[in-house]
């Protein structure tokens, strides 16, 4: 069984600029979820979504956006770039949500200058 | 507000040493408890989980934990670690239908 894949795997953008991250989880998984992992911060929550639907959002504001398709793929959307967006981002799948097995991907490295 | 504290940053440990990595968590309530790790250039895996039932949970590569409900911990232990446990460690909790929160990490180097 192919594992999640993260697309693209880095990224480089500039302050003021808007980047779109794309999720593809495990085949048959509903769940997707996103987090962001920093060294000073860990790894925190950004959202998670079961069959299009939102169940819970993290404490980021609102340029972190994020939706999922009927296929289950997720993607996240940064708008208004800051330097301190600059992190690993995590996506992770699982069948039911992220209260069971979650499995992760590999991550977007996003760097902003 | 929820959090999840992993009080060890970094361990340094010899090969065949005993392992006890530490996590508690703010409040009780009904709670889903997992450990995950990053091995060096891997994806986060599950280490092991507890929903409910036995407090003392096993996990892969002879990892175990245990719940103890009265002092909000979930404490990862290992009899005897190897040099190929050098990794991070995280401990997450989720609290009903919240959001899962993890803690910061141990970072865990074993000298062969």
């Known amino acids: 069984k192919a594992g999640v894949t993260q697309t693209p795997r880095y990224l480089i953008k500039t302050r003021g600029q808007q980047v779109t991250l794309s999720c593809s989880p495990i085949?048959?998984?509903?769940?997707v979820s996103w987090y962001q992992q920093t060294p000073g911060q860990g790894l925190q929550f950004l959202f998670e979504?079961?069959?299009?639907?939102?169940?819970n959002k993290g404490n980021f504001p609102g340029r972190f956006s994020g939706r999922q398709f009927s296929n289950s793929r997720s993607e996240m959307n940064v708008s208004t770039l800051e330097l301190g967006d600059s992190a690993l981002y995590l996506c992770a799948s699982s069948l039911e949500g992220s209260g069971y097995e979650q499995y992760f991907g590999p991550g977007t490295r996003l760097t902003v200058t | 507000a929820q959090s999840v504290s992993q009080h060890n940053h970094h361990v340094i440990l010899s090969e065949a040493a005993s392992l006890e990595l530490g996590c508690n968590y703010s409040?009780?309530?009904?709670?889903?408890l997992f450990w995950y790790v990053q091995y060096p250039g891997q994806h986060l895996q599950l280490l092991l989980k507890?929903?409910?039932?036995?407090?003392l949970v096993k996990g892969i590569k002879g990892f175990e934990a245990e719940f103890i409900k009265s002092k909000f911990s979930f404490n990862l232990r290992k009899p005897s670690v190897q040099w190929s446990d050098t990794a991070e460690y995280f401990c997450?909790?989720?609290?009903?239908?919240?959001?899962?929160?993890f803690g910061q990490g141990t970072r865990l180097t074993i000298n062969p």
């Open positions: 979504y079961f069959s299009e639907t939102q169940r």
């Open positions: 085949s048959g998984h509903r769940s």
């Open positions: 997450a909790v989720k609290w009903g239908a919240q959001k899962l929160v």
């Open positions: 409040y009780g309530g009904t709670v889903n």
């Open positions: 507890y929903f409910s039932g036995d407090p």
